[in-house]
């Protein structure tokens, strides 16, 4: 993956990364960690597949039981990328855990954006594990003009 960071006019660094052939610019969550999150595979325009691995830090217990809070982070990561707008938020999910994920499993994430009306997106997500669904979710997201932290949505 090469990348290629610019210099905003407030100064923020923003990070371009290509991914495939395509070329296809990811502009939305560039300092997610990838360890946490999972790793994109493959971009397309409103698809997107990602695998998470699975590691110590993200355990619930001694069992080797991982944090559900994991898997949907990084759905909800997978489906912020699908929608790839540099101002996306998630505004609601419903969502399912329908499989217990162990240390060292790999959830294979896979994205879809399914509606698209004025700044709304809808993203369907499922993860699999080896065939086992383990979560399937539906992300209700919105596309802001300005990023969310700079929007003034109470009157002062």
Not at 62 to 89: C, P, Q, R
């Given at each position: 993956?090469?990348?290629?960071?610019?210099?905003?006019?407030?100064?923020?660094?923003?990070?371009?990364?290509?991914?495939?052939?395509?070329?296809?610019?990811?502009?939305?969550?560039?300092?997610?960690?990838?360890?946490?999150?999972?790793?994109?595979?493959?971009?397309?325009?409103?698809?997107?597949?990602?695998?998470?691995?699975?590691?110590?830090?993200?355990?619930?217990?001694?069992?080797?039981?991982?944090?559900?809070?994991?898997?949907?982070?990084?759905?909800?990561?997978?489906?912020?990328?699908?929608?790839?707008?540099?101002?996306?938020?998630?505004?609601?999910?419903?969502?399912?855990?329908?499989?217990?994920?162990?240390?060292?499993?790999?959830?294979?994430?896979k994205?879809?954006?399914?509606?698209?009306?004025?700044?709304?997106?809808?993203v369907?997500?499922?993860?699999?594990?080896?065939?086992?669904?383990?979560?399937?979710?539906?992300?209700?997201?919105?596309?802001?003009?300005?990023?969310?932290?700079?929007?003034?949505?109470v009157?002062?």
């Amino acid at each position: 993956m090469d990348e290629e960071k610019k210099v905003d006019d407030d100064g923020s660094v923003e990070i371009e990364e290509y991914l495939n052939e395509e070329e296809i610019l990811i502009n939305t969550h560039e300092k997610i960690d990838n360890e946490l999150c999972g790793r994109i595979e493959k971009i397309e325009k409103g698809v997107l597949d990602l695998s998470l691995k699975t590691i110590p830090e993200m355990l619930a217990d001694d069992k080797g039981l991982v944090h559900s809070g994991f898997i949907f982070s990084a759905a909800d990561y997978a489906a912020m990328v699908a929608v790839n707008e540099k101002n996306v938020v998630l505004v609601a999910s419903n969502c399912q855990f329908l499989s217990p994920v162990r240390l060292g499993d790999v959830v294979n994430i896979k994205a879809t954006v399914r509606n698209k009306e004025g700044r709304k997106r809808n993203v369907n997500v499922v993860g699999y594990v080896f065939d086992i669904k383990v979560f399937e979710g539906e992300f209700k997201t919105v596309v802001t003009e300005r990023h969310v932290l700079k929007l003034h949505l109470v009157d002062e």
